[in-house]
């Protein structure tokens, strides 16, 4: 569970921003949050918030910050000598270029609150530090700073086994993942949340994402019930979904089948490569003296097709679907494994190529707390104003970017800041720039 997140001198982003879960007092819309024993008496997380703003505000880097820190922690330890970190840094002010980038995390893993921070420019780790806070008292795990020779490093429990990890812990590597695949269990309950419960989908219509849905629809015949009861609420007009894989050898696969079009997919499967054939099943209509020949229909559906008065059609995937409904297709997957498992989901762009009522029907699922029972969370960027309704998210829901005119610097705030009464059209203030966070349009040759 993601408490908040703070950026410093990534992209955009220039001053210390901070975005949060941590609900306002505000007694609105309480089944949009949740308690947990890990955090302070009284206090309650959000099940979802909304981030908007212009273009080039700086929402998607919020996103990308949080995947950056992501990748950071799973794959710093395959680090060698010499290798750079990624460092983009604000541009727009020459200072920066010569201080680190700075993220925090501040989180919930197995009903204990976390706080890890980390520093960096593009040659090493400036600073690294994670607390806990067992039975609610602060307490410290590491601090590792970059000294002129050996780095600096305070560690109040088991002192030996930490010194001897920091050792062997390059100065371009995260202490945290070194430590976690060294098996140091106190690091390694972090890492385990960075991995298993963090998820961050920074390209919501990349075609890789298929593959998250493709392999729930093979892991039970659960997770294939609530992807397709999903799907049937989107209203796609698909009944069912088959996947096969067939075995290809590795020498003969040919370019086809990672083209541009994205025909066929491919995995990996230990050491063989599979192609990944996936039929959608729709109902066809009938009675109107143009019925489906059978070389379409599939017969197990055949017979459900007649009972319920007409034959069930198979469409290929990757050349039948709409663009669409591939884009929904995508991301069921990653939401039913979040709300399944309790995972914080962190989106980019909820509503590229979707209706708005699927959106806010994806928002409604993370907001009802019998379809969410795991308490997971919904962070996501939109543009899609018909979500800005009182009656849907809370105050303290709705989150804004937006470039500071003389400096170039994203700046966050959320729409608490202007307390708007709870009857009010936020809709409608957002386009007329109450809250700001709106593009500045001049009045350009030929539109006067």
Avoid at 213 to 228: H, N, V
Avoid at 237 to 249: A, F, M, N, S, T
Avoid at 386 to 394: A, E, M, Q, W, Y
């Amino acid at each position: 569970m993601l408490i908040e997140f703070s950026i410093e001198n990534f992209r955009s982003i220039k001053e210390e921003v901070t975005f949060s879960l941590l609900a306002s007092p505000d007694k609105s819309l309480e089944k949009n949050t949740f308690e947990s024993e890990a955090l302070n008496k009284g206090d309650r997380l959000l099940r979802t918030a909304a981030i908007y703003g212009a273009n080039a505000s700086g929402k998607s880097n919020l996103v990308m910050a949080s995947g950056t820190l992501r990748e950071m922690v799973l794959n710093s330890m395959l680090n060698r000598p010499g290798d750079l970190l990624v460092y983009t840094p604000f541009k727009l002010d020459e200072e920066c270029l010569e201080k680190p980038t700075r993220f925090k995390a501040v989180f919930i893993h197995n009903d204990v609150h976390y706080v890890y921070g980390v520093a960096f420019t593009g040659e090493r780790i400036v600073e690294e530090f994670l607390h806990y806070y067992p039975r609610g008292r602060k307490s410290l795990i590491f601090e590792r700073k970059a000294g002129k020779g050996e780095q600096e490093a305070k560690f109040t429990k088991d002192r030996r086994v930490q010194k001897g990890i920091l050792d062997r812990t390059l100065d371009n590597m995260l202490y945290l993942s070194s430590s976690a695949q060294q098996k140091y269990e106190k690091t390694m309950e972090v890492f385990r949340w960075f991995r298993e419960e963090f998820t961050v989908i920074q390209k919501a219509d990349h075609p890789g994402l298929m593959d998250y849905t493709f392999d729930l629809l093979g892991r039970s015949e659960e997770y294939k019930k609530l992807i397709l009861e999903t799907l049937v609420a989107a209203d796609l007009g698909i009944e069912d979904i088959l996947v096969e894989y067939r075995e290809l050898p590795f020498e003969g696969l040919s370019s086809k089948l990672f083209g541009e079009q994205g025909w066929l997919s491919v995995r990996e499967s230990g050491n063989k490569s599979e192609l990944v054939d996936i039929k959608t099943i729709h109902r066809a209509g009938i009675g109107n003296g143009n019925e489906i020949g059978n070389g379409n229909v599939n017969k197990e559906w055949e017979e459900k097709g007649r009972r319920k008065g007409s034959p069930s059609v198979q469409f290929d995937f990757y050349e039948d679907e709409s663009e669409g409904t591939k884009r929904i297709f995508y991301l069921v997957g990653p939401f039913i494994d979040a709300l399944v498992n309790g995972k914080t989901l962190v989106l980019d762009e909820l509503d590229l190529r979707m209706h708005p009522t699927l959106c806010e029907y994806f928002v409604r699922l993370f907001q009802a707390p019998y379809r969410n029972k795991k308490n997971a969370q919904l962070v996501f960027t939109t543009h899609d104003v018909n979500l800005l309704d009182l009656n849907l998210f809370r105050r303290d829901q709705v989150w804004f970017t937006e470039k500071d005119h003389d400096t170039g610097s994203t700046e966050l705030f959320s729409l608490t800041e202007f307390s708007p009464r709870r009857d009010k059209n936020i809709r409608k203030g957002y386009l007329a720039g109450r809250y700001g966070a709106l593009p500045f349009i001049g009045a350009g040759e030929g539109l006067n």
